[in-house]
Every structure is written in structure tokens, then in C-alpha cells.
């Protein structure tokens, strides 16, 4: 055997430490659960002027909404530079980021710019709050990221 004849057979072995990468990757990667952000992300991306439209109506409004763990419940305080929240209603969504949990919608009478949400049953961990603030005939929508005990 010449000094050169073990090339052909590095060349195997390098080969062989790629394809063996590439499968285990593609292994762990169809194991897993895939997970939209979003419920029919084509339609969504058709409809996006109106989403930056509704957008900038929101912020015309000037509310904001807090949202925080208080206790065993969800405190969900509204304010406005011009007014009190005196007769408005908070819609709370609660949804487990990755897995897809959903807890609600739940309504939230809103006295005094504040209201609470008893939040008995949901698995500690991390939560998107999903709140819908209705006032009249004007809402906003808000997502609020919460870590629950």
C-alpha cells in the first residue's frame, strides 16, 4: 500500500461524520411539535394595511393597560390622560406561549380603572395575557407577557 492510499478512505470517514450530523438533526427536528404564531399567517399578511390602520387608531386613543400577577389573581389596571375608566370591560385571554394553552376569554369589570381576574388553575410558568379594553364603541387590543408562580 503507497503512502497516499488512506485518502479515499478520509474522504469515507468525513462523509460518513456529515451524514451522520445531518441525521441526527433531522431526527430531533421532526420530533418536535411545530407551533404557528398565528392562525392563517397568509390571510393575516394579505390583510396588513388594515392591521397598521387599526394600529395607529389604538394609538390615537392614548389608553394603556398593565396587567400583573397579584397574588392567586390578574390585576388589570387602564388608564387615559383624559378620562377614568369608569364603565369599561377587559376581555382576558390567557395563552401559554409554546404549547398552546388557552385559559378564557374571561370579562373584567373595570371599577375605577381597575379589575381583577381570579387566576386559580393555571400551571405555573410563562402566559401571554391577550386583554381587549372595551369603552363604548371603541376597544383596544394588548398582549402582556406574565410569569405565573
Not at 392563517?40 to 388594515?50: I, S, V
Not at 394609538?59 to 389596571?77: E, F, N, P
Not at 380603572?113 to 393555571?122: E, H, K, N, T, V
Request: charged share 20%; hydrophobic share 45%.
Amino acid at each position: 500500500m503507497t503512502r497516499s492510499a488512506w485518502i479515499p478512505y478520509a474522504f469515507i470517514a468525513g462523509f460518513a461524520v456529515v451524514l451522520s450530523a445531518n441525521g441526527a438533526l433531522i431526527y430531533a427536528a421532526t420530533r418536535q411539535k411545530v407551533s404557528l404564531v398565528v392562525e392563517k399567517p397568509y390571510e393575516r399578511g394579505l390583510d396588513y394595511n388594515r392591521l397598521l390602520a387599526e394600529q395607529h387608531r389604538q394609538q390615537a386613543l392614548g389608553w394603556s393597560v398593565k396587567v400583573a400577577v397579584d397574588g392567586g389573581a390578574l390585576s388589570v389596571t387602564a388608564t387615559a390622560a383624559d378620562h377614568e375608566f369608569a364603565d369599561a370591560v377587559a376581555e382576558v385571554t390567557l395563552q401559554r406561549p409554546i404549547e398552546g394553552d388557552r385559559i378564557g376569554p374571561f370579562p373584567v369589570l373595570l371599577v375605577k380603572s381597575q379589575g381583577r381576574l381570579p387566576i386559580d388553575g393555571a400551571r405555573p410558568g410563562q402566559w401571554t395575557a391577550h386583554v381587549i379594553l372595551h369603552v363604548g364603541a371603541d376597544r383596544q387590543v394588548s398582549d402582556h407577557r406574565l410569569v405565573l408562580p
